[in-house]
C-alpha cells in the first residue's frame, strides 16, 4: 500500500465520474483494489466479488473513490469546527463534532486521524 495506489484510485474515480470507462484490461488494477478495499473499510472478499465484471469492478472504484472524497471532506470540516469551537472555549462542542465525524466514518486511516485529534482536544492550545 502506498501513497500511488491512493492517487491511482482517486484518478480513476475522477475519470468515471467524468465519464471514462476503466482501462480495458490493466493487469495491476484487481491488485490495487484487492489492496485498497480494506483502506477504505471494505473487505478484500468485497473487492474480489465486484472484480467478477467491467461494470462492478467499475461501481468499487467509485465506491472506493466515493468513501476516500467524502471521508476526507468529513476530516476537514470536523477538525475545522473542532479547532473554532476550541479557540472559542467550547472544548466539550469540539469533542462532541470529531465524535459525530468518528460515528460516520469508515476509512481506517481517517479514524485514526480523528482519534489523533480526540485525544488532544483537552490539551491546552500552543499559544
Do not use: C
Given at each position: 500500500?502506498?501513497?500511488?495506489?491512493?492517487?491511482?484510485?482517486?484518478?480513476?474515480?475522477?475519470?468515471l465520474?467524468?465519464?471514462?470507462?476503466l482501462?480495458?484490461?490493466?493487469?495491476?488494477?484487481?491488485?490495487?483494489?484487492?489492496?485498497?478495499?480494506?483502506?477504505?473499510?471494505?473487505?478484500?472478499?468485497?473487492a474480489?466479488a465486484?472484480l467478477?465484471?467491467?461494470?462492478?469492478t467499475?461501481?468499487?472504484?467509485?465506491?472506493?473513490?466515493?468513501?476516500?472524497?467524502?471521508g476526507?471532506?468529513?476530516?476537514g470540516?470536523?477538525?475545522?469546527?473542532?479547532?473554532?469551537?476550541?479557540e472559542n472555549?467550547?472544548r466539550?462542542?469540539a469533542r462532541?463534532?470529531?465524535?459525530?465525524?468518528m460515528?460516520?466514518?469508515?476509512v481506517?486511516?481517517?479514524?485514526?486521524?480523528?482519534?489523533?485529534?480526540l485525544?488532544?482536544?483537552?490539551?491546552?492550545?500552543?499559544?
Amino acid at each position: 500500500m502506498t501513497s500511488d495506489d491512493w492517487r491511482k484510485v482517486i484518478d480513476l474515480g475522477l475519470a468515471l465520474a467524468n465519464g471514462a470507462e476503466l482501462p480495458p484490461q490493466d493487469p495491476e488494477l484487481p491488485a490495487l483494489l484487492r489492496r485498497m478495499a480494506p483502506q477504505v473499510g471494505m473487505t478484500r472478499a468485497d473487492a474480489d466479488a465486484a472484480l467478477g465484471s467491467v461494470p462492478e469492478t467499475a461501481a468499487l472504484v467509485r465506491e472506493i473513490h466515493r468513501r476516500t472524497r467524502e471521508g476526507s471532506y468529513r476530516l476537514g470540516r470536523a477538525f475545522g469546527a473542532s479547532d473554532a469551537l476550541k479557540e472559542n472555549g467550547d472544548r466539550a462542542g469540539a469533542r462532541k463534532v470529531l465524535e459525530d465525524a468518528m460515528a460516520a466514518e469508515v476509512v481506517p486511516l481517517y479514524r485514526a486521524q480523528l482519534q489523533a485529534y480526540l485525544d488532544h482536544v483537552d490539551d491546552p492550545d500552543d499559544t
